[in-house]
């Protein structure tokens, strides 16, 4: 069963990543977050596989809670889901230790299929 923490500051978004995610075999969400902080503080209490985050969110954005996750807990994979388009954010996050970028207009099955593949690189 492949463990997922949802950071993003919109509830919205939350539940639809959950609802999407729970329709998924083999798949379950432990957690969510609202802020890059909790975003943190939740992957280190309870050390989900993959880790969806938003980079725009209060407290820490998701670079530095990205920073932060990778460094307190190595096994897990960070997904950054956004809607920005900014090349120069996007590589940021990749610095701090995301594992791959999405955007939340892409397809349902393109966030399934990378949340199954980030996984698979902590087996």
């Known amino acids: ?11 919205q978004v939350r539940a639809g990543v959950r609802a999407l995610l ?6 379950c969400t432990v957690g969510a977050a609202c802020d890059g902080q909790e975003a943190w503080e939740l992957a280190a209490e309870l050390q989900p596989d993959v880790v969806v985050i938003d980079l725009a969110m209060p407290i820490l ?21 956004t809607a920005f388009r900014d090349r120069e954010r996007i590589a940021r996050a990749l610095a701090a ?27």
């Open 61 to 81: 954005d998701g670079v530095e809670a990205t920073r932060r996750i990778v460094r307190t807990c190595p096994r897990t994979r960070v997904l950054v889901l």
């Open 1 to 11: 069963m492949v463990k997922v923490l949802i950071a993003d500051d919109h509830a």
């Open 97 to 123: 230790g995301a594992t791959g970028c999405l955007f939340k207009d892409d397809a349902p099955e393109a966030i399934v299929a990378a949340v199954r593949s980030a996984a698979e690189e902590t087996a």
């Open 22 to 27: 729970a329709d998924s075999e083999g798949i």
